[in-house]
């Protein structure tokens, strides 16, 4: 698309992915946050509430808007609504993102964040996937320390697949067991990465 070099940056909760995009972002990459995107995408308003809303009924609003916990919770055990949803969800997603990718300058570095990229049924096609991976201790720890229980953060982990399954699925690995330095160091490295094969693209 525009000749752009398309990322997809996944890994589990607290594995460290907010820091990371914020970094690539101060690099000179274009980034979007693809959880965001689907929030937006049927907040009260667009075309995808009403679509949200013909299909699951009213009892899913809170306050006027989309309780995204009701909906999870209803798709939950039941594969038939998961991919109703999905099939209300994705194309608009798709679009928003290409909309985004349409207003960048030709040659631009995209990082899409996208925690769920290895467990969901949405076919991505990006240049370089890249994934986070650290222990679960040390994820639980971080996460722990910004304010999650210990009962939500069990909960997020089990409903997420694992580091080996987004690894599978990787072309670069971050391993952020370290400090922040290391972590942002080895961003760099990736980034210059990307710089290379964005120019032997073009
Ligand atoms: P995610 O977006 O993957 O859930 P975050 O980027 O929000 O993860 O990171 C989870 C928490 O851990 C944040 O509070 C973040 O500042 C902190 N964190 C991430 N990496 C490190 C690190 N290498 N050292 C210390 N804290 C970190």
Redesign the pocket.
């Known amino acids: 698309m525009r000749d752009l070099l398309e990322v997809g940056l996944t890994?589990g909760?607290?594995?460290?992915?907010?820091?990371v995009v914020d970094y690539f972002a101060r690099l000179g990459a274009a980034t979007i946050n693809f959880d965001l995107v689907a929030r937006e995408v049927i907040a009260r308003g667009s075309e995808g509430f009403d679509r949200v809303l013909a299909r699951f009924g009213d009892e899913i609003l809170t306050g006027g808007e989309i309780n995204r916990a009701a909906l999870a919770a209803l798709i939950f055990d039941d594969r038939a609504a998961r991919a109703d949803l999905e099939s209300i969800i994705h194309p608009l997603v798709r679009a928003a993102y290409a909309d985004f990718c349409s207003v960048q300058a030709p040659h631009t570095i995209v990082v899409a964040e996208i925690p769920l990229l290895v467990e969901s049924t949405y076919d991505y096609t990006f240049d370089r996937v890249i994934t986070i991976s650290a222990d679960l201790a040390i994820r639980k720890e971080?996460?722990a320390?910004?304010g999650m229980s210990a009962a939500q953060i069990e909960a997020r982990i089990t409903a997420q697949g694992t580091d080996p399954e987004r690894e599978a699925r990787a072309d670069f690995v971050i391993h952020?067991n370290?400090?922040?330095d290391s972590?942002l160091r080895n961003v760099e490295q990736i980034f210059a990465a990307l710089v290379e094969l964005n120019s032997g693209k073009n």
């Not at 909760?13 to 820091?19: A, F, Q, V």
């Open positions: 890994g909760i607290g594995s460290g992915k907010s820091l971080r996460l320390a910004r952020n370290g400090d922040i972590l």
